[in-house]
């Protein structure tokens, strides 16, 4: 009933504070009430959380397409923008009870699913609220998203890249200070990162595997969207266009395995844990070789740009000798259990500066100006330029040198 009131109400109160910010008033409510699951004792605790709750959830409910179409600026993109966040949220609540009952586990340990609830609630946080700034302060100059800087793209991977570091880190050093327990999962004498995962650390494994998988993903589109836009130098040929996509459902299956695995940990679901961490490998490997001949082949064409050819070296050199210790790990894991071990943990960390080499790709965007007459973009200078090479026709430069000696 509360949710009801929620879906009713907010129209009528975003008229008068408008729809990004009575969202964002949802979204950090419903964060702190999931939170506060973990300190419910009473009956009437429960009841009152329940229907406060209920209200800010429907608030935002009903507020996820009015968000969506004030963000866009043009009208024929609604329907596609839609379609691609309701698949992303559709996943999202497909997965979220399963992870929830995994954690909450047959003693009923309510405080683990609370947290990983609310703390994927309120890293939503940034998105609803520095994408309508953007627009809003964009807006103020005449111009729209396009005229952002590279910095706001290079927050998606640096943050990725900080959370996975962060949260191996943290399970790393909690590892060590225990005293190097033995866990129940755990067959040598070095714990795994699924074996520390699945112990009271379950939660902070499973949101920062969550973020990571999302990060990855979103990194791989922003950078189709860009070169699509040309803020990033075009892709000239349909290959390159082809290995992109094919890159970017790469990641798609290791987001989902990923996330899947830190759900079905290695110490209650064995069997599933081991196909999860197959799919996220083998997702994350088939993106690693998309990528790296994407790059190739777009430093092939663009060899005067000499960012593509050290954004390439970067991602074979770390991408190869990830996929190297990957293979290694798959003999290690069943024949050599400590090796395989000490390998995770560098193939984890390692993964981290494989995530870094997409924010070095996106400090590459370039400003574009985009005003109600159109957008401009790089893409058909460039291909003008080449064409008129190959016709024999002399570029801009060259006719300006030319009037210039006449």
Not at 289 to 300: D, G, K, N, P, R
Not at 337 to 354: C, D, L, P
Request: with cysteine.
């Amino acid at each position: 009933m509360a949710n009801l009131v929620g879906r009713v109400t907010s129209g009528y109160i975003a008229a008068f504070t408008g729809v990004p910010n009575l969202t964002i008033v949802a979204t950090i409510a419903s964060g702190i009430l999931i939170l506060g699951m973990i300190g419910l004792k009473s009956l009437a605790s429960v009841v009152v959380l329940g229907v406060i709750y209920g209200y800010f959830s429907g608030v935002y409910i009903a507020m996820y397409v009015p968000l969506v179409a004030t963000l866009t600026s043009d009208m024929s993109e609604l329907g596609a923008r839609m379609g691609i966040c309701f698949c992303i949220c559709g996943f999202g609540a497909l997965i979220g009870a399963p992870i929830s009952g995994a954690l909450l586990g047959s003693n009923y340990t309510w405080w683990k699913p609370a947290l990983f609830s609310g703390s994927v609630d309120l890293h939503h946080l940034p998105s609803v609220t520095v994408f309508p700034s953007i627009k809003s302060s964009a807006a103020m100059f005449g111009y729209h998203l396009s005229t952002q800087s590279h910095r706001l793209f290079v927050l998606v991977p640096l943050f990725t890249a900080f959370i996975w570091f962060a949260t191996l880190l943290a399970m790393f050093l909690t590892w060590l200070i225990s005293g190097r327990p033995k866990y129940v999962s755990q067959e040598g004498k070095v714990a795994y990162i699924s074996d520390v995962g699945a112990s009271f650390l379950k939660p902070l494994f499973a949101v920062g595997c969550c973020i990571t998988g999302v990060g990855f993903f979103l990194s791989l589109v922003l950078e189709r969207l860009l070169r699509h836009r040309g803020r990033l130098v075009p892709s000239m040929r349909r290959r390159e266009r082809v290995l992109e996509v094919l890159a970017i459902i790469g990641s798609f299956i290791g987001m989902w395995g990923l996330i899947l695995l830190s759900g079905f940990d290695t110490k209650h679901h064995t069997t599933l844990h081991r196909l999860f961490l197959l799919m996220f490998a083998t997702g994350v490997i088939l993106s690693v070789i998309f990528t790296v001949l994407e790059y190739y082949w777009l430093a092939q064409d663009y060899t005067d740009v000499c960012r593509l050819r050290r954004a390439y070296l970067a991602k074979a050199i770390i991408g190869g000798i990830l996929i190297v210790l990957a293979i290694a790990f798959g003999f290690t894991l069943y024949y050599a259990s400590n090796v395989g071990g000490v390998i995770e943990w560098i193939i984890g960390f390692g993964y981290t500066f494989y995530l870094l080499t997409f924010a070095y790709d996106l400090r590459m965007t370039k400003l574009t100006l985009r005003k109600e007459g159109g957008e401009m973009t790089e893409r058909s200078q460039i291909l003008q330029e080449i064409q008129d090479n190959q016709n024999g026709i002399p570029s801009g430069e060259e006719k300006a040198v030319g009037h210039t000696q006449v």
